[in-house]
């Protein structure tokens, strides 16, 4: 059975479609079997971009689709490793479903309060219909600069939950990467690649934390 790791949030913009893509390319990288799956048909953000790697042509190949829905997007998947879900930039019912049938889901943020109040309502909700914090990973993205980032970790603190080590900056170098196709690890700068790197390795080492349970998360 593959590995599911979703990407949602309440708020749009919050870096989504940027952490699914950098988690695909990492895994592709890593000779995994990625399959990233973009439910939000309007913007199409992932398939996108993924059509401009595959111009590129891209060494590691990543399986970009758009689908209507989350049963959609799990059809024929058996021979992945790794199914990966950017949601579009709200909640809907369809979320709960992700989220239950997800080995790790993703809510990422930025260090805003306008940002992180709308985040700990999600994770609260999120516990509530019965997803434990360690299948809750919460990633801060979109930083501006240094300080940002323990009023982060001290808002998330207070509220019972816990970011990831690290974060993404905001950076230009990130934009252009990703519209040339490439991730936010794979910019023209190496510190950037680095920052990326870190939060990605954070992210999969709470997954790797998870492994041994993964046999039984199929139908809970
Ligand atoms: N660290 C960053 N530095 C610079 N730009 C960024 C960064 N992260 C995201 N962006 C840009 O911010 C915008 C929003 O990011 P993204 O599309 O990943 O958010 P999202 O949560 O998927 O949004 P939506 O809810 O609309 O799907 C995009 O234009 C993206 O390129
Ligand atoms: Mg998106």
Redesign the pocket.
């Known amino acids: 059975m593959p590995l599911i790791v979703s990407f949602v949030?309440q708020k749009?913009?919050?870096?989504?479609?940027?952490l699914a893509r950098a988690l695909a390319a990492v895994g592709a990288t890593g000779k995994l079997k990625v399959k990233l799956a973009d439910l939000?048909i309007q913007?199409q953000?992932s398939v996108r971009w993924g059509k401009a790697r595959k111009q590129r042509g891209t060494a590691s190949p990543i399986d970009v689709g758009a689908f209507r829905s989350f049963d959609d997007a799990l059809a024929d998947s058996e021979a992945f490793d790794l199914i990966i879900v950017?949601t579009?930039?709200h909640t809907s019912p369809s979320t709960g479903t992700v989220a239950r049938a997800s080995h790790m889901v993703v809510v990422?943020t930025s260090a805003t309060i306008d940002d992180l109040y709308p985040t700990v309502l999600l994770l609260r909700a999120l516990e509530e219909i019965g997803i434990p914090q360690s299948r809750l990973a919460v990633a801060l993205?979109?930083v501006l600069e240094p300080s940002e980032e323990k009023v982060a970790r001290n808002y998330v603190a207070a509220a019972g939950y816990e970011l990831l080590p690290g974060f993404?900056?905001?950076?230009?170098s990130?934009?252009n990467a990703?519209n040339r196709g490439q991730a936010l690890t794979e910019t023209i700068d190496g510190t950037e690649n680095e920052s990326a790197d870190a939060l990605i390795e954070s992210l999969l080492r709470k997954i790797a934390g998870q492994s041994d349970r993964t046999r039984n998360w199929s139908g809970d």
Do not use: L, N
Request: include cysteine.
């Open positions: 949030s749009g913009g919050v870096g989504k479609s940027t939000d913007q953000t950017d579009p930039g990422p993205c979109r993404i900056p905001e950076r230009a990130y934009r990703q």
